[in-house]
């Protein structure tokens, strides 16, 4: 992603990403206000300064939200590229790597449009792609997101 965000960048889209977490993970601290106001019960704390702001949102009781209620919070962009979330329905491409020893997922996922790899998959249904091709990966990002007029419409 950290690679493939940059050349779309420069094919002229602009681009947002949305990543799953399968852990407890904070973006705040002890000893800071936001965190603060956070433990004392404010269901939202919106920190902002002159180059970025954050949204801090508590669940609480709440259920997690799904894909599709986090990208409705979302500002529009050209495209959103999504890590995790990988029983929702949408096209995906598989980053497999044989060497990590865990079984591919193209055969069991209708969703899997091509893989990506760092060694020959010769039994691999789907289009395969170098992992370090991503200019390969880009134009396929750009080909699955569909019909599309051109970049920063």
Known sequence: MARLIPTLVKRGFRVSTLKHAHHRFDIDHPGKDSHTHREAGATEVLISSAHRFALLHELRDEAEP?????????TPVDLVLVEGFKHDPIPKLEIHRPSVGKPPLWDSDRCIVAVATDEPLSECTKPVLALDDIEAIADLVIEAAGPYPTAGA
């Open 66 to 74: 799904t894909l599709p209620d986090l990208l409705v919070r979302l």
